[in-house]
C-alpha cells in the first residue's frame, strides 16, 4: 500500500465520507482539487469553457464512483487526475459537429420562422428551456454564463437550450407546412 503524505490522507478520508453520502466532505474535496484538476483539463482540450464542462463530468463521477476509490491502487490525487484526463480526451475525440448543433439549428430557425411564428413556439416551450433560449440568444448569454446566472449544472443549460432548439424546429416546421397547405 503506497504511503500518503498528509493532504492525500486527508482526501482519501474526504472521499470515504463522500463515499457514504457526505456532502460536507464532498464539497471539501472539491475546493481541495478544483483548481488542480481544472488546470489538467485545460492542458489537454485547449478550450476554458470545454475544461470547464470536463470538470463537472468528473466531479459528478467523482460522487458517483467515490467508494470505488481504492487506496492501495493509487492516491486520491492521482485517481482523480486519471478521470479529469480520461475525460479530457473523450471530450478531443467527440466529433466537433456536435459542439456545433446549437449553431447550426439557430440558423435554420431563423432561416424558417418570422419573429411571429417564433414567439409562438417559443410559449410552447417548458420554462427552463424557454429560459435558456432567451437567455442565450437574445442576450448573448454562453453556456458556460447561462450557467452560472441560472444556477443549475453547464450540462443541464446544454439540454435545455438543444432539446428547446429541437422544439422551436418542429413547431416551425408544423407552421411551415400548414402555411403551404393554405396557400
Known amino acids: 500500500m503506497p504511503s500518503l503524505d ?6 482519501a478520508d474526504l472521499l470515504a465520507r463522500s463515499a457514504l453520502g457526505d456532502r ?17 483539463s485545460l492542458r489537454i482540450v485547449r478550450e476554458r469553457p470545454l475544461a470547464e464542462e ?9 460522487w458517483n464512483h467515490a467508494g ?5 491502487k493509487s492516491a486520491p490525487g492521482t485517481w482523480m487526475t486519471a478521470i479529469v484526463r480520461n475525460r479530457s480526451l473523450d471530450v478531443l475525440r467527440r466529433p466537433r459537429e456536435e459542439a456545433d448543433i446549437d449553431a447550426s439549428l439557430t440558423a435554420n ?20 428551456a ?13 453556456h458556460s454564463e447561462l450557467a452560472g446566472h441560472l444556477q443549475r449544472p453547464l450540462g443541464t ?4 437550450i438543444r ?12 407552421g411551415a407546412a400548414a402555411a403551404a397547405v393554405r396557400s
Open 68 to 72: 470505488d476509490y481504492a487506496q492501495a
Open 24 to 40: 460536507a466532505a464532498f464539497g471539501q474535496v472539491y475546493a481541495a482539487t478544483r483548481s488542480k484538476l481544472f488546470a489538467v
Open 6 to 11: 498528509a493532504e492525500q490522507s486527508r482526501l
Open 130 to 142: 424557454r429560459q435558456s433560449i432567451a437567455l442565450a440568444f437574445y442576450h448573448g448569454l454562453s
Open 109 to 128: 430557425l431563423v432561416d424558417r420562422g418570422e419573429a411571429h411564428s417564433l414567439r409562438e413556439c417559443l410559449a410552447e416551450l417548458d420554462a427552463p
Open 54 to 62: 470536463v470538470l463537472q463530468d468528473s466531479f459528478v463521477s467523482i
Open 163 to 174: 432539446r428547446g432548439l429541437l422544439k422551436l424546429k418542429e413547431c416551425l416546421e408544423r
Open 157 to 160: 443549460v446544454k439540454t435545455h
